[in-house]
């Protein structure tokens, strides 16, 4: 019973290519994140989404964009990677409104060569 | 945007003692702070949250602050033991769909 899921939980891929994490609640939250979590341990915000409207953290590349089939579902998805972008990205999910405790899945620990 | 400093980046306390971590945040509008325990390879979970209408709150061996005016939060944990050492983060967040804006972090370090 699973709160917050996101698969895979590592992807090793090169430079250039595409790949996609998927981010899946069963809360019956609606309102979900992503959060990227560097080397040095620092966590920032990359997109914030409801059924309202998409946040988006103005220092995120426009390679990456956020993809929501349904209210359950958050993927995320990047295009052409750069060395740059190896971190653990962490889905998370919310209450709307603001003010509510946010659940976070997992992490994805994301590596390019 | 709103931006949250985190003191100290590390802290090391004997087992038993009190440990106090410290955050200011920027943007008045903000009204919700939690904070966040992450334990190596883990995902960040929630120990106590704060929200602006609330001065204190406590949670057994857990305490957080906040002054809405200074623009400050603290967090208090007292009779550490050695499963209290992570990281801990504070963070900060409006109203709306924002997502949370997070302090870089305090490694807590509990000494036996």
């Known amino acids: 019973d699973t709160a917050v899921s996101q698969t895979p939980k590592y992807l090793v891929t090169q430079m250039g290519n595409d790949k996609s994490i998927k981010c899946e609640q069963n809360l019956g939250h609606d309102t979900m994140y992503w959060y990227k979590q560097d080397s040095k341990k620092f966590l920032k915000i990359m997109f914030s989404y409801n059924n309202k409207e998409l946040i988006i953290n103005e220092t995120v590349p426009n390679r990456f964009s956020p993809k929501s089939p349904d209210k359950a579902h958050l993927n995320l998805h990047i295009n052409s990677l750069e060395l740059g972008d190896s971190a653990v990205y962490f889905c998370a999910s919310s209450q709307s409104g603001g003010r509510y405790e946010q659940y976070f899945g997992p992490g994805t620990r994301l590596t390019v060569t | 945007g709103e931006n949250v400093e985190q003191h100290p980046s590390t802290l090391s306390v004997q087992e038993g003692d009190s440990a106090v971590i410290k955050c200011t945040y920027s943007?008045?509008?903000?009204?919700?702070f939690p904070w966040y325990k992450q334990e190596l390879g883990k995902r960040p979970q929630l120990i106590i949250d704060?929200?602006?209408?609330?001065g204190e709150k406590k949670d057994q061996r857990i305490a957080v602050t906040l002054n809405k005016t200074a623009k400050h939060f603290s967090l208090h944990i007292t009779e550490t033991q050695p499963e209290d050492s992570a990281v801990y983060f504070c963070a900060a967040q409006g109203g709306g769909a924002d997502g949370l804006t997070f302090g870089k972090g305090t490694h807590l370090i509990i000494q036996p």
């Open positions: 943007d008045s509008a903000s009204n919700y």
């Open positions: 704060i929200r602006s209408n609330v």
